[in-house]
Antibody, heavy 121, light 111 residues
Framework: EVQLLESGGGLVQPGGSLRLSCAAS????????MSWVRQAPGKGLEWVSA????????YYIDSVKGRFTISRDNSKNTQYLQMNSLRAEDMAVYYC??????????????WGQGTTVTVSS | QSALTQPASVSGSPGQSITISCTGA?????????VSWYQQHPGKAPKLMIY???NRPSGVSNRFSGSKSGNTASLTISGLQAEDEADYYC???????????FGTGTKVTVL
């Protein structure tokens, strides 16, 4: 069964850091680009970041550039999102998603259950 | 990075057909045939319903169909069923630097 399982969410103070993880199973992880998508409470979906299958290409929404870093370890079938200098507006459920193809943008066909990031003092 | 525009809500009776619009610009929806649609039930992860404007992933009911004209994409749900009640989001490829832009979301209510 194709599956994505996120972890690492939690409560963090403004300015703090968190690292999200997404463990993949059921498909050849290294063959697919991956993305992170977030959803603030009561709001819509917002694409955050994507990474190519090899990890050599990365992409970010403007609001997180310089603060977030996406990476992957294909030997562990896991992708990561390192989030630094967190702001109140980063508070959301973060979803890990598998891209249909590379480059990203053609659709995400497998989603994790989401992990919640709360930014509050 | 403005979002694509969707109606806030659409409703229909069981068995009816409804259509959700998704309006973008000539730089995204109008330029690329990379429009996707997602269904999201409350508290659940999104589910891909349509990709590349009109393609259905395996396992998605053929009651769901997609199309595009100019800068506007559309999702049609035919034979509306109670389980179709959910939020629906469109997305489009925009650029190599920002591959995705999502729509504002539409709440579908089955009367």
């Amino acid at each position: 069964e194709v599956q994505l399982l996120e972890s690492g969410g939690g409560l963090v103070q403004p300015g703090g850091s968190l690292r999200l993880s997404c463990a993949a199973s059921g498909f050849t992880f290294s063959s697919y680009a991956m993305s992170w998508v977030r959803q603030a409470p009561g709001k819509g979906l917002e694409w955050v970041s994507a990474i190519s299958g090899s990890g050599g290409s990365t992409y970010y929404i403007d609001s997180v550039k310089g603060r977030f870093t996406i990476s992957r370890d294909n030997s562990k079938n896991t992708q990561y999102l390192q989030m630094n200098s967190l702001r109140a507006e980063d508070m959301a459920v973060y979803y890990c998603a598998k891209e249909l193809r590379f480059p990203a943008g053609g659709g995400m066909d497998v989603w994790g259950q989401g992990t919640t990031v709360t930014v509050s003092s | 990075q403005s979002a694509l525009t969707q109606p806030a809500s659409v409703s229909g009776s069981p068995g009816q057909s409804i259509t959700i619009s998704c309006t973008g610009a000539s730089s995204d929806v109008g330029r690329y045939n990379y429009v996707s649609w997602y269904q999201q039930h409350p508290g659940k992860a999104p589910k891909l319903m349509i990709y590349d404007v009109s393609n259905r992933p395996s396992g998605v009911s053929n009651r769901f169909s997609g199309s595009k004209s100019g800068n506007t994409a559309s999702l049609t749900i035919s034979g509306l069923q109670a389980e179709d009640e959910a939020d629906y989001y469109c997305s489009s490829y925009r650029s190599s630097d920002t591959p995705y832009v999502f729509g504002t979301g539409t709440k579908v209510t089955v009367l």
